[in-house]
């Protein structure tokens, strides 16, 4: 569990505890329920990540839009609502190029004016051979709160942790014309384990075929 879901399930609890002593359990039932919300709001689960030249989705999440942009960039949007977990994390490997805080609006997560005018963290990781890739980390309509544990010169594994946006939200990556997208809308996505994105020119071997070439280097040595 992230630490401030401790803080906020706890201080839930506590005053449900109180209010139970003051007026009886029934009374503080909706306290008691609202603790036990922000225990599991606040879930980190571990997550298996993929290995290889892909980026994985930085949030858990509905894809909106597969969007392309000037200068062969393509945009993809993720929209978090409320069930969802909501701990980022880097889409690949890298150092932390720059962070970038930006003002804005609240506007409902899912419109897409959102990607342009609601509050919003921006983040760049570029990884040894120059690539980069930014996603944003957008407040919307409930969440309006946005955390970056991570600052700029931070070493990152890909699918590592990086911050969250508390109640519901929205996450926009962007792609340079060197990834090939592998997600298309409508389709859900898992923080750190879902391809969003593979290297251009880069091909994905089946694990039989990886173990049969494995086993014919070995018979040749």
């Not at 600052?151 to 699918?159: E, F, L, S, T």
């Not at 997208?181 to 089946?206: S, W």
């Amino acid at each position: 569990m992230v630490r401030d879901g401790i803080y906020y399930a706890l201080g839930f609890t506590a005053a449900g505890a109180f209010l139970a002593w003051l007026a009886g359990p029934w009374t503080a039932l909706p306290l008691f329920i609202l603790g036990a919300f922000c225990a599991w709001f606040f879930r980190d689960p571990e997550r298996p990540v993929p290995a290889g030249p892909v980026a994985v989705s930085p949030a858990d999440g509905r894809v909106l839009r597969v969007v392309s942009e000037a200068d062969g960039l393509t945009r993809i949007s993720i929209f978090l609502n409320i069930f969802d977990v909501h701990v980022n994390r880097s889409p690949i490997s890298g150092v932390i190029a720059d962070i970038t805080y930006h003002p804005g609006k609240f506007l409902v997560a899912s419109l897409d004016a959102a990607s342009l005018q609601n509050e919003m963290n921006v983040i760049t990781v570029e990884s040894r051979d120059g690539t980069k890739v930014v996603f944003k980390q957008i407040a919307g309509l409930i969440a309006r709160r946005i955390v970056c544990t991570k600052k700029v010169g931070d070493v990152v594994d890909a699918g590592e942790r990086v911050g969250m946006i508390k109640f519901g939200s929205r996450v926009d990556i962007i792609f340079g014309p060197e990834w090939r997208i592998e997600v298309k809308p409508g389709i859900h996505v898992t923080a750190g384990t879902t391809v969003l994105a593979r290297r251009a020119g880069e091909i994905e071997l089946p694990l039989t075929l990886v173990a049969g070439i494995k086993e014919t280097a070995l018979c040749q040595t």
